[in-house]
């Protein structure tokens, strides 16, 4: 009998741990993390210092200080027309990772299909694994990240129970179209599915777009749980704080899974989420403008370095091929850029089950091109 489980034992440790820990080792700038390089507003960051010192810092309510779920609630109508009630429908977890871990816990059975798109953010498919779920993954393809609909439409089959979807896509850097998510609501509702929408960036799209949540779309309200995180939304990727909004059937059980994995989540900052997220529109405007300035700068840099850029219409990310500069694969590239360049980016294929792409990087959108030019003669072969 094995001693441990099997998902987890031997799982390799992250991509993004790895680079790190490279990037440390040799002083490079670290862009293959998912965190911004400047840290959110200190107007925020101020009233969580506050609060430690004259709130109480005892365990808040287990589904989360009602500030906080009044402000989400305020947030889903301000920005979505998604109108809930606080009380029911809204869930507080620690990160939008933990209110993933927790829907997996809730929703699915041993044995339940759960369809996922790739390339996707490295914690699903073990959290779907542990709970059960058997992945169907449907591929989405560089550089127009295409959502091919008859593709998605095989996936489904009577044991479809889930449909998870990031929208915007890490590390694709796409936003859906209205049209593609039109077609993935249909099928939803036609198969009788549950939708969990990963939406972290939700704040963070670009040239003119709307985030469109999938929990908009016709049918879609009674059968969709929309996680949100402030560590996207205000720059603060340190406090983990993560939200969910989701009909009370399904929020029930998934605040029941929450309640016996971390049960709450600190009380300090839950009131900074809450007054980062009644902040006026100006801010919320200023992070994606921010951040497609900065989408932009590093696209037309590395364009000139020889890179050739997929679009990026929101994330924190870029994404670039690397078969124009070099004959190796993504990861031997992203190690000897990390060495001899100075710069650490993640190889794409580490988003795939198996069998990715070999030819693409992901890079961090950075503050200045310094990052990718500083010593861009080590990026030549
Ligand atoms: N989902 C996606 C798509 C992400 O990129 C990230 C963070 N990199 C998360 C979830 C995790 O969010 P949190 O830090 O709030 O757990």
């Known amino acids: 009998m094995a001693r441990t489980n099997p998902i987890y034992t031997g799982l390799p440790t992250t991509i993004f741990e790895v680079m790190s820990l490279l990037a440390r080792e040799h002083g490079a700038i670290n862009l293959g993390q998912g965190f911004p390089d400047t840290d959110g507003p200190e107007s925020v960051r101020r009233v969580a210092a506050d609060a430690l010192l004259e709130q109480s810092n005892q365990y808040p309510p287990m589904l989360g200080a009602p500030e906080l779920r009044q402000a989400v609630a305020a947030a889903n109508a301000r920005f979505h027309d998604i109108t809930v009630d606080w009380k029911t429908e809204i869930l507080v977890t620690s990160g939008a990772t933990e209110a993933l871990s927790d829907c997996m816990a809730a929703l699915l059975t041993p044995g339940d299909e759960v369809i996922l798109f790739e390339p996707l953010y490295d914690c699903y498919l073990p959290l779907v694994r542990r709970a059960g779920g058997v992945p169907k993954l449907v591929r989405l393809s560089p550089p127009g990240w295409e959502l091919d609909v008859a593709a998605l439409e095989v996936a489904f089959s009577p044991r479809t129970k889930v449909v998870l979807l ?6 694709a850097a796409k936003v859906f179209t209205a049209a593609e998510l039109g077609a993935i609501a249909a099928l939803v509702v036609r198969h009788d599915a549950i939708a969990i929408c990963d939406e972290v960036y939700e704040h963070i799209v670009f040239d003119g777009r709307r985030h469109l949540p999938l929990m908009s779309f016709p049918g879609m309200a009674e059968r969709t749980v929309r ?53 006026d529109d100006a801010y919320f405007a200023g992070l994606a403008r921010d951040l497609e300035g900065k989408r932009d700068r590093l696209s037309a840099g590395l364009g000139r370095l020889g890179f050739a850029m997929a679009p990026a219409e929101g994330t924190y990310f870029v994404v670039a091929d690397i078969a124009g500069l070099t004959a190796e694969d993504d990861v031997s590239f992203c190690r000897r850029i990390t060495i001899e360049a100075g710069v650490a980016a993640v190889p794409l294929s580490a988003f795939y089950d198996k069998d990715g792409p070999t030819n693409f990087i992901r890079s961090a959108l950075p503050s200045a091109m310094r990052c990718w030019t500083r010593r861009s003669s080590g990026l030549h072969p």
Do not use: C, E
């Open 166 to 171: 990031n929208n915007p896509m890490n590390p």
């Open 227 to 279: 996680i949100g995180s402030a560590g996207k939304t205000l720059s603060l990727t340190g406090w983990k704080v993560g939200y969910v909004t989701a009909p009370p059937a399904l929020l029930d059980p998934i605040a029941k899974a929450h309640q016996f994995t971390t049960f709450t989540t600190p009380p300090n900052l839950q009131k900074a989420v809450a007054f980062g997220l009644n902040q």
